[in-house]
């Protein structure tokens, strides 16, 4: 009886390790693919028509980042803020760094991507808006309003979490001799693109967050639609201190995916995160059932060994 025990503990115990690999097997497929798969788009995501190979599409051609490290900002460039105030943009600089976000927001794809991720990572940022820096969110888009731009603001805000420091959050609109100003400056390109009614209500844009140093200079560049805490960290401290970065790899995201063919507008960012979300949970699923089936079966199979050996 004692040999009996001993021998369902040991098969007990190797059926046990056996689901332990299986299931650290799972969690690095897991993170297989999520790398692999939440990507925000890969190239070829973003060739329409007939482009192929590394040619951009003819209405990206001009979209853009230009890394213009150390360039002074407009600060005379005149802006009205989402109070309705005019301001300069000179009225951010001085005492603290900003972080400037150039989007339009009434944008349906990417824009809201980007500030979901500024947020995000100043959540974890152990500084303060409107005590140790500002955010200044312009828009590209001159026919915006004040009034949209205070219901973007309230909506970051509370995702933000903390209320008290609304007054370092700055959302912008203004004209397009101030808007080209500012873009230009930081090397920000656009161009304006036909909405699915075929009229010039979107903007074709990469997304790129800057730090701006407290005399208004260009200190670094953020590209993409997550920015890691850390570094936003030590690009604030180092702007305080009008200290200005290196260059970053130009890898863009585009905001806009157009197909003049057949007048179509494709979502790059959403779509292909949840796309990649969905095949992770299936894929992981899966192979978590298979493991454990595999197991079950050995385990059946061990048993029978054993009783025949039993018997014998």
């Known amino acids: 009886m004692m040999q009996a025990t001993t ?6 115990r190797r059926f046990t390790a056996l689901s332990m690999r299986a299931l650290v097997a799972a969690c690095v497929f897991s993170l297989t693919c999520s790398v692999a798969l939440a990507q925000v788009a890969s190239y070829g995501d ?18 853009g980042v230009q890394q213009h490290l150390n360039q ?13 105030k005019q301001v300069k943009l000179g009225d951010y600089f001085g005492k603290h760094p900003a972080l400037v976000s150039l989007v339009y927001f009434n944008c349906p ?8 991720g500024l947020t995000s990572s100043l959540e974890m940022v152990k500084l303060t808006p409107g005590k140790d820096f500002d955010v200044v969110v312009v ?12 219901k973007k603001k309230a909506m970051y805000v509370k995702r933000y979490g903390r209320p008290e420091t609304a007054a370092g959050w700055h959302f912008l609109t203004g004209q397009t001799a101030s808007i080209d100003a500012l873009s230009t400056a930081i090397g920000f390109g656009y161009v304006r693109v036909p909405g699915p009614d075929g009229k010039l209500t979107q903007y074709a844009h990469a997304s790129s967050l800057e730090v701006v140093t407290t005399s208004g200079k260009v200190a670094q560049y953020y590209l993409g639609v997550e920015y890691s805490p850390k570094d936003v960290l030590l690009g604030l401290i ?9 260059p970053v790899a130009n890898i863009l995201t585009y905001c806009y995916h157009y197909d003049p063919s057949i007048n179509k507008h494709s979502l790059i960012v959403a779509r292909v995160v949840q796309l990649g979300g969905m095949v992770t949970v299936a894929g992981l699923g899966g192979f978590i059932f298979l493991m454990f089936r595999r197991d079950l079966k050995l385990g059946r199979d061990h ?3 054993r009783d025949s050996t039993d018997k014998g």
Do not use: H, Y
């Not at 021998?7 to 007990?12: E, G, L, V, W």
């Open 238 to 246: 180092e702007a305080s201190d009008n200290k200005i970065g290196s």
């Open 139 to 150: 828009s590209i888009d001159p026919t915006e309003t004040p009034e949209l731009a205070a």
């Open 109 to 116: 794809m990417l824009c809201s991507e980007e500030l979901d």
């Open 303 to 305: 048993d029978l060994t």
């Open 46 to 63: 973003k060739q329409t028509g007939e482009n192929t190979g590394d040619q951009l599409p003819t209405v990206l051609q001009k979209v």
């Open 72 to 84: 002074q900002l407009p600060l005379d460039a005149q802006f009205v803020d989402e109070t309705g």
């Open 7 to 12: 021998i369902r503990s040991k098969r007990t």
